[in-house]
């Protein structure tokens, strides 16, 4: 209960502070978030998307903020970089 209630608190933060990655996809060239999840910082969060590890070992990369039901494989991404927030 305590790391689920932890773990809302900081996607929230994440989301104010709208520090999360930004991915750029083939097929539509707009913007997408990945966000920032259990306790990682951005650095920890960029280094497990490039080595595909954790929550991106399966292939997909969950798309918005929070927990999504939106997937897009590794194969559509062309472009990802690092979003501090304003």
Known sequence: MYRAIRRVIWRALAYIRGVHLEVTLASNPVTQRVAVQNNHSLDQELTLF???????????VPLGEGD???????????????????
């Not at 490039?50 to 997909?60: A, C, K, P």
């Not at 039901?69 to 304003?86: A, H, T």
């Open 50 to 60: 490039l080595n595909r590890e954790g929550r991106y070992s399966n292939g997909w």
């Open 68 to 86: 999504s039901d939106v997937f897009v494989r590794y194969d559509q991404i062309i472009q990802v970089r690092k979003n501090l927030g304003s």
